[in-house]
């Protein structure tokens, strides 16, 4: 066999490899799906997502633990976003030559390969005791917005390293400040990046449990929040909770706790990237 | 035809320093004035011992080869290299008698005196209009909205756009010509009203009816700025410049009267790049 032709076998061979473990990836999460779903999907109607918890398994409801989910994870994003992208812009436009900066930089790094159950502890110590927010909404919220805070950090400085300098320099011979170099030109520029990134960090907190149940939302909620201060429950400890019961209808219930979970994220994955579409076309 | 090596080799410094003293006889006042300009990226020196005066409302041409300092010393003169990590400038910058390197310098402000057209033309990626305010609003200077388009209008108009972009002013800047691009850099810098206009290779990417453009500008515009313009053709030099600068590996080799250099210059390094034997 000549050179040509080993290569080009190689080449194949190498294909055939990718494919087979794309497949491999792809096929066990489709099982997973099927079997959920196969599992859940009878249990689906607008009651299960209206209705409350209840100890017989067909009339209960995730309503209390969806708005949970929900209102937990906008009070994270209303928390993380502005500090980490503040934090992002401190880091990279202002402080990007100092030995602080570059330690800083490291320890965030390093931060977002912390188990998040570390998260939990934290938090639990922080804000459920000293700060003395209790088991609430703002307690978790808090503790979730510390978690994600070094994933939107790290992604929107790499979105604000993106930006091309050119559109920095531009607008620094026309006679702007820093500050208004960063707000007119250079944020409009790095937002698709900055969104997908928070996006991201999120759908990553909606599925989190071990740092909410380690403060303690794991008593039984039979409500939704109404107030930062309310106790709380989500999806994910809700799951959990069913899971953990013996009774076949309770699995069901778990199941389609999950599809709803599923849906949640593929909504927000979704959204991300209708942002990130809808901002590059209006730049170019 | 065979020369001689010794041919290019640059002046001694003492000639150089020498000239760089009494500027060519003018009857203008003298707006930009260098004087030991020494500037390093790290530890590399692409600027060395600039002397040099510059006269207000003439057009004053830099040339020289490619890498010999010219964008560098546009960049000294409204500090965009400040920008630039581990750069350092050493020496005096006058601009209207103005140290602009000495501590508490403004620098915010000597940038909207001293505006600059990029060697490459690069537009904010916004609408046309947006691109032109940019600088009005952000140094306030358009108090109302008919104001604010009224100078837009003024600012496209100066740089020979208005007609191509009046039906597209918000339309995106990228989604135009190069050529077009360029001239709105040119637009947006105007806008600001500068006094002086750096312009680093406006026409390098131009074909020659917008070339012909800019150089008509450039030579309206010198009643109301001083410019600098840095260009690669020595036709254009010739054209539009009152003074030109010749550099050489980080050195000002010589500075005349635009005539002078071209006709009858007293080094043979200016001599042999301006007739294009090198470079
Ligand atoms: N950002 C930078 N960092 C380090 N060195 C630089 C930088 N910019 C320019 N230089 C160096 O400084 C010297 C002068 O560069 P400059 O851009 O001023 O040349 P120029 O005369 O404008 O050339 P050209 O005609 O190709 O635009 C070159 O040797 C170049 O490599
Ligand atoms: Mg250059």
């Known amino acids: ?284 | 035809m065979s020369r001689d090596a010794t041919a290019t080799r640059p002046p001694s410094l003492a000639a150089i320093a020498a000239r760089g003293g009494p500027p060519p006889a003018i009857d203008r006042p003298v707006k930009i004035q260098a004087e030991g300009l020494n500037f390093y990226y790290g530890g590399t020196r692409a600027l060395e011992d600039i002397s040099i005066r510059i006269h207000s409302n003439v057009v004053t041409a830099f040339i020289g080869p490619s890498g010999c300092g010219k964008s560098t010393f546009l960049r000294t003169l409204n500090r965009m290299n400040d920008i630039i990590p581990g750069t350092c400038a050493e020496g005096k910058v006058l601009v209207d008698g103005v140290d602009i390197y000495k501590p508490g310098v403004d620098v915010v402000e000597l940038r909207r005196r001293v505006g600059m057209v990029f060697q490459k033309s690069n537009p904010f990626p916004k609408s046309v209009f947006d691109n032109v305010a940019y600088g009005l609003r952000i140094n306030g200077m358009a108090g109302s909205h008919s104001e604010l388009a009224a100078r837009v209008e003024e600012s496209l108009r100066q740089a020979a756009l208005w007609d191509e972009v009046k039906d597209r002013l918000h339309d995106s800047a990228l989604a135009m010509s190069g050529g077009q691009q360029q001239r709105l850099c040119i637009a947006r810098a105007l806008a600001v009203r500068p006094d002086i206009l750096l312009m680093d290779e406006p026409a390098s990417a131009l074909d020659p009816i917008a070339t012909q453009r800019i150089e008509e500008l450039v030579y309206d515009l010198k009643t109301t700025y001083t410019i600098l313009i840095v260009t690669h053709n020595m036709q254009q030099a010739a054209r539009v410049s009152d003074y030109t600068a010749f550099f050489w590996l980080g050195r000002l080799i010589e500075y005349d009267r635009t005539e002078k250099m071209f006709t009858a210059p007293a080094e043979t390094l200016t001599e042999d790049y301006v007739t294009g034997r090198f470079g």
């Open chain 1, 1 to 284: 066999m000549n050179a040509t032709a080993r290569r080009r076998a190689l080449d194949l061979l190498f294909q055939l490899l990718a494919m087979l473990i794309l497949c491999l990836a792809l096929g066990s999460l489709a099982a997973l799906v099927a079997t959920v779903w196969s599992d859940g999907a009878d249990r689906l109607s607008w009651d299960f997502l209206t209705g409350f918890p209840s100890r017989r398994a067909e009339d209960a409801g995730i309503w209390h633990a969806l708005a949970g989910s929900m209102f937990v994870i906008l009070t994270t994003g209303g928390l993380a976003v502005p500090i980490g992208v503040a934090s992002a812009i401190y880091l990279e436009e202002y402080g990007t030559r100092s030995l602080s900066a570059r330690i800083i930089e490291f320890n965030i790094t390093n931060l977002a390969a912390v188990p998040s159950i570390i998260y939990g502890l934290l938090g639990l110590w922080l804000f459920v005791r000293v700060m003395a927010m209790g088991r609430s909404v703002l307690a978790g919220a808090s503790t979730l917005a510390l978690l994600v805070l070094p994933v939107v950090i790290l992604s929107t400085r790499e979105a604000l390293r993106a930006v091309p300098s050119s559109i920095r320099e531009s607008s620094y011979a026309l006679g702007a400040t820093k500050w208004q170099t960063v707000w007119h030109q250079v944020l409009p520029v790095a937002l698709p990046g900055i969104l997908t990134g928070v996006i991201l960090a999120l759908s990553r907190a909606i599925g989190e449990t071990a740092p909410l149940i380690s403060i303690g939302a794991l008593t039984f909620v039979a409500f939704a929040p109404d107030s930062l201060w309310s106790p709380f429950t989500v999806l994910p400890i809700q799951i959990f909770n069913w899971v953990s019961r013996p009774q076949l209808a309770f699995q069901a219930n778990a199941a389609a706790a999950i599809l709803v979970l599923l849906a949640l994220l593929l909504t927000m994955n979704a959204a991300a990237i209708w942002l990130r579409d809808r901002y590059q076309k209006k730049l170019v």
